[in-house]
């Protein structure tokens, strides 16, 4: 099984449109297509943004039974399907289901105007599932047919990258498991997908604690942060996710940028609002890291960018705040400076910086025995 990239993710929301919009709005995307029952897509409604090598499909369903409904009545807004490309998606399908992966949607072609594409899904994670698919990727057709890709491929904005993109691909998606899961996690992404684990830790956020493991594909193109609560210690930002989100799931989603002082500046100006840190972690930084930051401080300060390194290079990070009504799923940045893997530094003080915003969210819910 050769696994490429991660191709796209999806979205369960439930307005389409609205989401699109707010993001659209807020992070730059663009509408790249839609679909619904007029393009074979019963039951439901989808939107496609795109920005550079980013692809989101958000999509709602149009009654209750279907799966999309279901999915938002029970975790509201989140990722349901991340999509891996694939060389071959039916033997990858083969190979996954003979490993152990329970088998969703068999293999199907969807052809439309001498385009095609080849698409099958299979299980991942509580309630997300993975698609596999496999395409010409000179051919700009996401799903044939299915999503009207209207006036987009010729749209100086459209298929190609804009001059004013900020953000370009996916870096990696954070997964919040139930204790206990993590192992059994990683060893099924291992088996069945061909992972490798590169990276762990321990992070501890005030009496919190949690435990991490990065799993990647061969390929480096799909990668995912495991993490699961330390039931021992006090609870967390972890045990509310799992809570809140009424199961396993997508935490956030990091998009990739290239300048990561004039992302913030700019998707703050548009109106999104970043996670804060105080102004002493930035005192001793240089000292902390064991060399000078290539972004100057007086730049990361009053953004609140945090700044680590591994053996290749530096890395800048921050988390957007969440707008989920339920307080789960966010997105963050990061700026690759040489990095490959993640340092030792930067997890805890961002799980930190999102302690203090749900901090004040979970005491208030507590205190009117109310859940979110």
Sequence with gaps: MEILDTDHIELYVGDARAAAAALCAQYGFHVYGQGGPETGLAGQRSVLLGQRDIRILLTSGLSGGHRASRYV?????????VAFGCTDAEAAFAEAVAA???PVEAPRRVEHDGSCVVIAEVSGFGDVTHRLIQRDHADPQFLPGLIDMGDALNSPAGMGPATDDLL????????????GELDNTVAYYERVFGFEMIFQEYIEVGEQGMQSKVVQSPSGGVTFTLIQPDISRRAGQIDDFLAWHEGAGVQHIALSTTDIV??????GERGVDFAQTPGSYYDMLASRLGEETEVPVEDLRP??????RDHWGQMYQIFAKSTHIRRTYFNELIDRHGARTFGTSNIPALYAA???ELAAVRDTTLSEGTAL
């Excluded at 370009?168 to 204790?179: K, M, N, P």
């Excluded at 004039?262 to 998707?267: D, E, S, W």
């Excluded at 953004?303 to 680590?308: E, M, R, S, T």
């Design 262 to 267: 004039r992302a913030v500046r700019t998707l």
């Design 354 to 356: 999102k302690e203090r």
């Design 73 to 81: 009545a029970q975790h509201g807004d989140g990722v349901a399907i």
């Design 303 to 308: 953004l609140g960018i945090l700044v680590d």
């Design 100 to 102: 152990g992966a329970t």
């Design 168 to 179: 370009y691909e996916i870096d990696h998606a954070a997964v919040c498991l139930a204790a």
